[in-house]
């Protein structure tokens, strides 16, 4: 069973958002979620170099480098899945505080992590990107082996496998990767953020 606490921390020493009026773009959390080898980390990076491009400040939080140090601790039962996701939505909040475009590329399968994610970072400011591939898709790029791992029983736990994915039913942004390529994909999501008024 997950557990969440009641009252998401909040950091005390954050600025106010009327103290950056000024700055170019509206802070933002970008939150990319997906089965493994959907296209989360690529369309990250594409994104991210984008918006550098239009001299934005911007900042990845890539799952796989979370796991090598940040959540090193954890392993991937429920409760350790959901404490993931609670810190990598803590540091996102404190990076958005500080006025910079987050870019979250995390599986975070369940849909209750991703709602509890949502109330730490706050709905105005938490943009849902459901990356969206079948899982023989998934399984077929599997650039990592890591399908075939868990396929063979050596890998317990695994998203799509023996774990489970709660499709996310209203996200933000829906990225068909069997249809989009990367530049659309990016593509995508600058116009949903243009069309809804945050300025990138």
């Not at 909040?10 to 170019?24: D, I, T, Y």
């Not at 990076?45 to 990845?60: C, F, H």
């Not at 969206?132 to 998203?159: H, M, S, V």
Request: aromatic content about 6%.
């Amino acid at each position: 069973m997950s557990y969440f606490p009641d009252t998401p921390h909040r950091n005390l020493h954050a600025f106010a958002f009327s103290h950056r009026a000024g700055m170019k773009h509206n802070p933002v959390v970008i939150w990319m979620t997906g089965l493994s080898a959907s296209g989360k980390s690529t369309i990250a990076d594409a994104l991210d170099n984008a918006l550098q491009e239009q001299g934005r400040i911007t900042a990845i939080i890539d799952g796989d480098s979370v796991r090598g140090g940040l959540c090193r601790d954890l392993g991937f039962t429920d409760s350790d899945r959901d404490e993931n996701i609670r810190r990598v939505a803590e540091v996102a909040r404190l990076m958005l505080e500080a006025g910079l475009i987050v870019i979250v590329a995390l599986i975070s399968p369940s849909s209750a992590s991703r709602h509890y994610a949502r109330s730490i970072i706050g709905n105005e400011c938490f943009v849902e990107v459901h990356v969206d591939a079948p899982l023989e898709t998934a399984e077929q790029r599997d650039p990592k082996g890591l399908y075939k791992k868990a396929r063979a029983g050596l890998i317990k736990n695994f998203t799509g496998i023996d774990s489970n994915y709660d499709v996310p039913v209203f996200p933000e942004v829906h990225l068909d990767t069997q249809a989009l390529s990367v530049e659309q994909s990016v593509a995508t999501i600058l116009d949903w953020l243009a069309h809804n008024d945050v300025r990138t």
